[in-house]
């Protein structure tokens, strides 16, 4: 049987945009804020500007970058087991972040998420099968903003045992978030032997690095923590309007990325990925849940996949204000898509309003459109058994299928059984339960789930650790105590 596959370009296509993107590298360059980084690309043959802060970056570098890229690698759950596998046409599903607004059951208006809010998801996505990693997809507001990074780890690390997709907000704090890491594996050396994140590295479109970003992305190397690149060109804004150019675009400061990351340090993982959008020109907004938007993805991870690259996206979100159909449309559409692209981990679940807003809600119903996806990518079996040639002939043309053994082996493994969020009642029994909404069941089955869920219990000792390095962090800038939960 084979794997169901989706590629939006041709090889030439994939050719052409790899070239545009080795031409852009060298001519305009990229931007870069970062002292270090200009240092390491003119030492290696790179023309570096320093008044323009602009280095122009000849192919051969990039090729050279390129052979020292591992081609995957693994992220670990608490006990050290390799859960999600970067690389290949595997593929993984984690929460999108990182949403400064949450929804509430019933609502119209998101708000402002504290602790509260972040440890019921992190716990809700703990335990959904479907979920392969956590993220930290919320922004607590009951936290001094500059730990608001840290702070998200340090309750990922105490409410999940499954890999954690992340990121800093700062220079000064991705080695706080290391350290909080390093409490949790045991060493330094642990952690790099078996990285239980991954941290999200964001160039600034058009083509170029922040201080903040470029030395993240540096520290991530040296650290031996894998990185994911993040590039976000708005096509028609801050990208060409044509979905092509912002592919060409994505490629650029994607490859600039690794070149620098690699310079840094051969071989230490890096993921090619990017959250790009086809601009709204009738509201100024960046849609996720565009067709467009998901096309400039598949392209895009077509082409990091041409590298031999683990890939990243964006994708299954949508735009929507509340949980409602065009949640849906949207994130069915996204998520199946982004699969048939073979794309290694695409974050997006429980996401809406622009990526800016999360629901738990959202979340327990991305769950069911995940499984149904993998259930797709396993394709139909063909062999002899499941033609069912001779099953076909025992029952006849009076018989029953359901009494036969054939089906007792084959029912559950070829039907994909959702949960109770997924109406398949009759209307009579539907109302009998009080002909709940998919977004009501959805509530319901996220209460229970959270209210029953105990995650992976880390030594008191590790706990103490965390605590204690979470709130050194924070009492510089005010925070006397950590927020209590219970």
Known sequence: MEKLQLRILSDRDVQRIREEAYALLEDPGVRIYDEEALDIL?????????????ARIPGDIVDRALQTVPHSFYLHDFQGRPVVHYGDDDVHFDPGSAAIYILDHGDVHSRKPITHDLIALLKLADILPEIDAVSTALVCSDVPREIADLYRLYLALRFSGKPIVTGAFAIETLATMHELLVAVAGSAEALREKPRAVFDVCP???????????????????????????SMPLAGATGPATLAGSVVQHATESLSGVVIHQLTQPGSPIVWGGSPAAFDM????????????????????????SFGLPTHGYMGMSDAKVVDAQVGLESALG?????????????????????????????????????????????????????????????????????TQHTLRHFQQEVYLPSPVIDRDFRQTWEGKGSLDAAARANRRALDLIATHQPPALPPEVLSELERIALQAGQPHGLESLPTWE
Request: charged share 25%.
């Open 42 to 54: 003119e030492g290696t043959g790179a023309r570096v500007d320093r008044k323009k802060r602009t």
């Open 204 to 230: 600034s479109p058009p083509l170029l690095w922040s201080d903040i970003t470029c030395r993240n992305l540096i520290d991530c190397a040296r650290l031996g923590i894998p990185a994911e690149l993040v």
């Open 282 to 305: 009738r509201k100024g907004t960046p849609p996720m849940g565009a067709i467009e938007t998901m096309m400039i993805d598949m392209a895009y991870a077509q082409v990091g996949k």
């Open 335 to 403: 998520t199946l898509l982004a699969a048939l692209a073979g794309v290694n981990m695409i974050s997006g679940a429980g996401m809406l309003d622009f990526e800016s807003c999360q629901s738990l809600e959202k979340l327990v119903l991305d769950n069911e459109t995940i499984a149904m996806v993998r259930r797709f990518l396993r394709g139909i079996d063909t062999s002899a058994d499941s033609l069912g040639l001779e099953i076909i002939r025992q029952v006849g043309h009076r018989g029953n299928f359901l009494v």
